[in-house]
């Protein structure tokens, strides 16, 4: 079953149990793909994943931000939307997980230092794509390469 499909299903189930919170994050994911459907770039696995990162990224940033005015109830909703938008993408990769493939990624690349982080970087995001943060993965590239 295709990401549509699926979509179209918890659209559908939602409806049924009168469940409007998860309706209408639903209806944001089916947006973003019917958005991606007209663009140039056309609705394909990987472009779907890529959109649906960037709108729960949005919406933690958006749930942080009310978070510091004080507005806890909209921070919900942007926390609840995130998690059902993310039920639609791969499972992420926990940071020793992710620790120990970007240490084999470092030694495979030949880096050594501070200065090759432009270059492992660049083969990180690729072959991460969709199953690590970028700011994680940056953070532990830092941190692997400071050390040595």
């Known amino acids: 079953m295709g990401i549509e499909e699926k979509v179209q299903a918890d659209m559908k189930a939602a409806m049924m ?3 409007q919170p998860k309706l209408e994050a639903i209806r944001a994911v089916k947006a973003v793909l019917l958005l991606l459907k007209t663009s140039p770039e ?17 919406r933690k940033e958006s749930a942080e931000i009310y978070n510091g005015q004080g507005r806890k109830d909209l921070a919900d909703v942007e926390i609840f939307q995130a998690g059902i938008i993310e039920a639609y993408l791969p499972k992420q990769m926990d940071e020793n997980e992710l620790r120990t493939e ?10 050594s230092s501070a200065a090759d982080m432009g270059k492992v970087m660049g083969a990180a995001t690729k072959k991460f794509a969709g199953k690590a943060d970028g700011k994680m993965i940056s953070a532990i590239v830092k941190d692997l390469l400071s050390k040595g």
């Open 17 to 19: 149990a009168k469940d």
């Open 42 to 58: 056309g609705l394909t696995e990987d472009s779907a994943m890529k959109a649906l990162q960037k709108e729960v990224k949005k």
């Open 102 to 111: 970007l240490q084999s990624l470092i030694a495979e690349v030949g880096a």
